[in-house]
């Protein structure tokens, strides 16, 4: 009497497991075989030039504007400036002296005048930094435990603790990493210290770069629940904690920290409303940026710093977005490009035919996990 039931669930699940087959991993398979994945663009400014110069692989047939610059590269390499000029490798790479500074030297142009000032090899590494933040970096779930390491250690290099700190309801509690239990010394001093300078319990959210390769450590800033940040440090063993005058009204949703021994900026604060600010040193004094159409969510954002610009390019899949901007992050130039990436290949258009719906299950691209319906024709 079970029989047709049964014989109909049979069929439900192979059903099923046919349809997650063909929408998951059919349309992966055909994507590696025929639209292989392409670069995003490197888009710079130019100091020289003062416009905006690019990299990119060309996607389709290839210019013979790009086989006659293809001096010492393959042709499908496209170096070209905003106005559409095309450039040899070394021209696009004098074009950019603050990045390319050891073939400027080994060319033997340096020192270098721009702009009234004179650039050495040493000014020119001295003085540059670049802050990344990713929209995966935002989405991906915080992890349960911090390292807040020494920012004074004895030696010379940054050291991870043997201790860890959880954020709870209450305090900041601190667990040995050998011993897995808790340590109520640095418990009690670390808490003590976040409320005697004001901190509201829950924190909204704690960020910093837990790295040890970075050459200085500026420790966690910490959003309470009030909205309020907090700089908080381990010097020698002690906590330092600072209530940053950093406006409650932004409602911080994420900071990218950037440690430079430059010391012009912690990194990058994003708001609650989705905009970028960069967060200086001096008295934690925040700048919007001016980023027409960036969207946290699906962007990929850089902060490319040289000694006389301040350069923010920003990217999705199909288009990037260049702004520069002076030493004070005024705007002096502007530039979007669709993407070589974003060219509709006749592969392309086939898989939308035979993939209408798609299901996408972890990573797709550079998108954070999920799982999610891609409908390739919106």
């Not at 106005?83 to 030297?105: H, Q, T």
Request: proline residues 6%; neutral net charge; contains cysteine.
């Amino acid at each position: 009497m079970f029989r047709a039931p049964m014989r109909a669930l049979s069929t439900a699940a192979t059903v099923l497991l046919a349809f997650l087959v063909f929408f998951l991993y059919v349309p992966r398979l055909y994507d590696r075989i025929f639209v292989p994945e392409v670069e995003r663009t490197h888009l710079l400014f130019s100091p020289v030039k003062k416009r905006f110069v690019y990299r990119e692989s060309i996607v389709g047939p290839i210019p013979d504007e790009a086989r006659a610059m293809a001096e010492d590269h393959h042709a499908e390499i496209a170096y070209r400036d905003e106005d559409g000029a095309w450039f040899s490798r070394v021209d696009f790479e004098k074009s950019l002296p603050f990045i390319y500074y050891k073939n400027m030297e080994l060319w033997g142009l340096l020192p270098l005048t721009l702009e009234g000032r004179v650039f050495d090899r040493a000014e020119m590494k001295r003085e540059r930094q670049v802050t990344e933040l990713r929209s995966r970096e935002i989405a991906d779930a915080p992890p349960a435990l911090h390292f807040l390491m020494d920012s004074q250690p004895d030696g010379a290099r940054l050291v991870l603790p043997d201790d860890a700190f959880r954020m709870t309801a209450s305090e900041m509690q601190f667990i040995g990493t050998d011993t897995n239990a808790p340590v109520p010394d640095l418990t009690r001093t670390f808490t003590g210290a976040l409320s005697e300078a004001g901190f509201v319990f829950p924190a909204r959210s704690v960020h910093a770069n837990t790295s040890i390769l970075k050459p200085v450590d500026e420790g966690f800033f910490m959003v309470d629940a009030e909205y309020s940040v907090f700089h908080v440090k381990r010097r020698r063993g002690d906590a330092v904690v600072v209530q940053t005058p950093i406006p409650r009204e932004l409602k911080t949703r994420h900071i990218a920290l950037s440690e430079s021994t430059r010391g012009e900026y912690y990194g990058l604060l994003l708001d609650g409303s989705g905009a970028l600010h960069v967060l200086l040193c001096e008295r934690y004094r925040t700048v919007p940026l001016p980023l027409e159409g960036y969207d946290f969510r699906t962007m990929d954002f850089k902060l490319i710093v040289n000694p006389l610009y301040r350069v923010a390019v920003y990217s999705d899949e199909e288009t990037i977005f260049g702004i520069a901007m002076t030493a004070d992050y005024v705007p002096v130039r502007s530039f979007r490009h669709r993407m070589s990436r974003a060219e509709d290949t006749l592969a392309k258009r086939v898989s939308r035919v035979l993939f209408p719906f798609r299901f996408i299950v972890g990573t797709e691209g550079e998108r954070a996990s999920s799982v999610s319906l891609l409908m390739p024709w919106r």
